[in-house]
């Protein structure tokens, strides 16, 4: 498993307990007692660095390698996954993964950015960007179970929407727009969850749900951080201070409303134990998929509309308290048309 920096003195002790535990094998000798007194010291310091992540610390943990991915999840949540592939336009993109599931006794339609566990398959997958005809598959994707009112999951996890040339020749901006219009519209749950990066317009492209979720140590900003560094300070190497500066974390999206719900991981991240955070994702699913099939399809729409508009403030005036942008629209349009 790969470890992280401020993951090194934990590493360092389970290195002697494993140690320990050979030595106590081979040599017949019981090294109990110094094997329990290190577990405690290490379950500790556990608690001690994980309780208080910097935004930096928790950009490379969204970004560990060993965390589990959309096929993950869906391995784990779903059953009689049938993979559906091609945007019916130009190519099939690797990079975002679809199809038609069962989600308990619920029948669902799928999606997830893929990154890859190797660098052959990184490549294959592109790091997880997609193209213009990826953002065009999962739009198709999306029809389907508007079409046959099906309940739609969306894994993020993206660096963001690939900025290559080829990718801008085939329109990637419009692709972007193209799904975040399409999805305000349609008449079925869509339910987002971040489980790693959620990286600018390449995780919104997905991302207009009528429940945006997010693990403990994902991030969800506008900008990578590096990619923020570049622009505001000419240097990427200042990564760091600009996660600190973009509240990316999953508390600092929750208290600005732009998330609606944490779930939890395990302590040292989701890569330690598979099992666990897949159980609360399926936990966060039930529950949400519940409240959402009591909607018509003009309330989903309703619902997810109000829940972007309300999204950040406006200042009126000098002295005057800010309001959110759905309140100042229904003041410049006093007869409630507000759409």
């Known amino acids: 498993m790969a470890f992280l920096d401020f993951e090194k003195p934990i590493i360092e002790i389970e290195k002697k307990i494993k140690e320990f535990k050979n030595i106590g094998k081979d040599k017949h000798v019981d090294f109990s007692s110094e094997i329990n007194k290190l577990e405690k010291k290490c379950l500790k310091l556990k608690k001690e660095i994980f309780s208080k992540l910097s935004p930096w610390q928790k950009v490379q943990l969204s970004r560990h390698p060993d965390r589990p991915y959309t096929m993950d999840y869906i391995k784990g949540l779903m059953f009689d996954f049938i993979e559906l592939h091609g945007d019916r336009n130009f190519a099939d993109d690797k990079a975002i993964i679809g199809g038609v599931a069962f989600f308990g006794k619920e029948p669902v339609v799928v999606i997830g950015h893929q990154k890859g566990r190797s660098l052959q398959e990184n490549k294959e997958r592109n790091f997880a960007m997609p193209h213009p005809e990826g953002y065009g598959k999962a739009l198709k994707l999306m029809q389907l179970a508007n079409k046959f009112g099906r ?110 719900e944490i779930i939890p991981e395990p302590l040292g991240g989701a890569h330690c134990d598979y099992n666990f955070v897949i159980e609360q994702v399926r936990k966060s699913l039930i529950r949400n998929i519940a409240e959402f099939k009591k909607f018509t399809s003009e309330e989903l729409i309703e619902q997810r509309y109000n829940k972007f508009r309300k999204i950040g403030q406006i200042k009126t005036g000098k002295g005057k308290k800010p309001i959110s942008q759905s309140k100042q629209r229904k003041k410049q349009c006093p007869k409630g048309n507000a759409k």
């Open 151 to 260: 309940t739609v999951i969306i894994f993020i996890d993206t660096p963001g929407a690939y900025p290559g040339i080829a990718a801008e020749e085939r329109g990637q901006a419009e692709s972007i727009a193209t799904n975040l219009k399409e999805m305000a519209g349609f008449g079925v749950p869509i339910l987002c969850v971040v489980i790693g990066e959620g990286g600018s317009g390449g995780a919104l492209a997905v991302g207009v749900g009528n429940k945006v979720v997010m693990l403990e140590n994902a991030i969800y900003s506008v900008i990578s951080p590096e990619g923020c560094a570049s622009i505001l300070w000419r240097d990427s190497s200042e990564a760091k201070k600009a996660a600190e500066k973009l509240a990316l974390t999953a508390p600092d999206l929750l208290r600005n409303g732009i998330i609606d």
